[in-house]
């Protein structure tokens, strides 16, 4: 990891080279809905200043999605369309593979294969890069549901996510809508953690660590994608491991994060104490629900006790492995 510095964005010029970069695994149907969508997006942007092209990284080692990739047409041929397939299984390899895949160019943006960006979205992430020249711009993502989920899971907003006022500074973010200025990301050293490719996380050790070096993330709250979230991801057992997993990852960065062995001792304890009493919480509200027949109540309450029993699990080297594969 490189020393601290202060600003990473001094001297940089104005950026002239993009790259969006579509991470999948075995998903054909989102790829073929979203990449045409991807494409409109570059050529939106592509102008005298910034050219734009679409990189497909297909984590499959069979290579599932390379027939479809390699002979789509599309209807914009001034922007260019690569495919290439990461065989190294795991999240975290695949997006490195993007980070290598651009080496000489100077943004990148990281969006899902299930996910489809609103009307402007690159050009918001873009004219937000460029008022407030930070190492990163982070957007919102909204769920839209293949199937309407149970009242159970919508009283427990499992599937909400932030929204702040553009400008606002953060210290973190995931990479399913992240515009990375790639000069900064190579001046610091910086990859995704080959640790956390089956257990997800990759993406919050990364952007928390380039925070921490002095990386600015700014939040765009016009650049929208709406998340496509299939039935399967709709069950109380799927929301509740993904907020257990949530609490792990938080916790094991956290840990990571901590400068001497002192400091990482006195992490898991604070990491634990918060997580308990997240538990303790989480049950009293579960309590409540039983007792007023609340269904609200007791969903939030039991995403709040999955959230704390992964925080202390977390901070003693627990890791839910979400991206392991048969």
Known sequence: MSSYV???????????????????????????????????QAAAVTDGRVSCDVLVVDNDPAGSARDFVTTWVSEDPSVPVRYVN??????????????????????????????????????????????????AVVGPVISEFEVEPDAWVRAGRFFDRRRLP????????????????????????????????????????????LHRLGGRLVWCDEAVVYDIVPASRVTREWVLRRALRSGTSWSSTSVELATSSRRRVLTRVQLTSRGALRLAGGAARMAVGAV???????????????????????????????????
Do not use: C
């Open 86 to 135: 990461e065989v190294e299984p795991g999240i975290s390899a695949a997006r490195n593979r993007a980070l290598a895949e651009s080496a000489d160019l100077d943004l990148l943006v990281f969006i899902d294969d299930d996910e489809r960006p609103s009307e402007g979205w690159l050009a918001s992430l873009l004219a937000t890069y460029r008022e407030h020249v930070s190492a």
């Open 166 to 209: 553009t400008g606002t500074e953060v210290e973190v973010a995931a990479t399913n809508n992240l515009l990375l200025d790639l000069r900064v990301i190579r001046r610091l050293g910086l990859t995704f953690d080959a640790r956390y490719g089956i257990s997800g996380g990759g993406d919050t050790m990364f952007t928390r660590t």
């Open 6 to 40: 202060a600003d990473p964005t001094e001297g940089l010029t104005a950026a002239s080279s993009m790259r969006i970069a579509v991470l999948t695994y075995k998903r054909l149907a989102d790829i073929a809905h979203t990449l045409p969508r991807l494409v409109a």
């Open 292 to 326: 007023t027949r609340s269904p609200a109540q007791n969903a939030r309450g039991l995403r709040t006790v999955s959230r704390g029993a992964g925080m202390v699990s977390g901070a003693w080297g627990y890791a839910y492995q979400e991206y392991k594969r048969p």
